[in-house]
């Protein structure tokens, strides 16, 4: 790369872009990389402030900034994602489906700890819709030692560290617990917020039983569902540590295998995760889903929509960024909560 005066670069090629900034008119690209400076040219880029212009030299041991953000987006982009034009250097990575992004984030910092890199992505685990943003690259300089990209690439390995994983369809059966509901003394209320909470992922409640709070109904209740078929439970309430709230021992007596009953997170401390059969997720909910706008169902519901199998420790690490903050406007997922640092 070459500097030199703008009145003497008739016939050379630039080698990065040049944008135009007309205030409430214009904000974009006048001369791409790779254009050739015509003697018309030289007045527009005299009145962009460019007195000199960067020109490309051949360098064996050199990458312009747009190859470069070529390849951090072929170290970024995987399944379901969809790539911007390059501009100045930069790429961009979109959503090709509603999913939940998944990041290798110890690759993601080894690969930003090089100097005049850049990948900056949103959250690991966090679930977004089709044409979401989901990364965006680019490197520091106009041009880059090729030896430096060959690092990263080396540190990304064979595998994108990305992933989108699409949600899947599945089977849902509900069981509403408590006496109270059982006997018609109250209107059931919690079934209907599951059931709003299930279309935002295109499902539907395929099954439905309401019992009262003994623990053997309970019990019956979910593998009458399973046995007809349904993928995934959802329990509702029952859930406390008081005497007479049975649904987590009557997941327990189901055969299912307990993930944790309890997370650090809240609201929705007393959720419980387990699996029946190894593939049937079994979930108890505890009261604060039916009230509070996003609780650890939010958190943890898209990831086994996706089809993800979480374990424990996976539960554990949300308490790390697990206080919700009950914000007047919600805006999550385009917030802290449950995401760590």
Known sequence: MNVINTIDACGQVLCHDITQIIKGVTKDVRFKKGHVIQQTDIAV?????????YVWEKNETLLHENEAAEILRQICQNDHMIPSEVKEGKIELMAACDGILKIDVERLNKINDLDEIIIASR??????KKGDKLVGTRVV????????????????????ILQ??????WKVGVV??????????????????????????????????????????????????????MEMIICTGGMSVDPDDMTPAAIRDTGAQIVTYGVPVLPGAM??????????????LPGCVMYAKITIFDLVFPRIVAG????KSE???????GLCLDCDVCTYPACSFGKGV
């Open 45 to 53: 880029l005299l009145s962009l402030g460019k007195d000199h212009l």
């Open 123 to 128: 959250h690991n685990n966090t679930p977004v």
């Open 141 to 160: 300089p106009l041009v880059i030692d090729k030896e430096k990209m060959q690092q990263a690439q080396t540190i990304a390995g064979d595998k994108p």
């Open 164 to 169: 989108l994983l699409p949600y899947k369809k």
């Open 176 to 229: 509403t617990t408590g006496n109270e509901v059982f006997h018609h003394r109250i209107k059931d209320t919690f079934t209907p917020v599951i059931e709003q909470k299930l279309t935002q992922y295109d499902l539907k409640m395929d099954g439905h039983r309401i019992v009262n709070d003994e623990s053997v109904n309970i019990t019956r209740a979910i593998k009458e569902l399973i046995a007809e078929g």
């Open 271 to 284: 959720f419980l995760l387990a699996y029946y059969n190894k593939n049937v997720p079994v979930m108890g």
């Open 308 to 311: 993800e199998k979480i374990k």
């Open 315 to 321: 539960l554990t690490s949300l308490g790390h960024g």
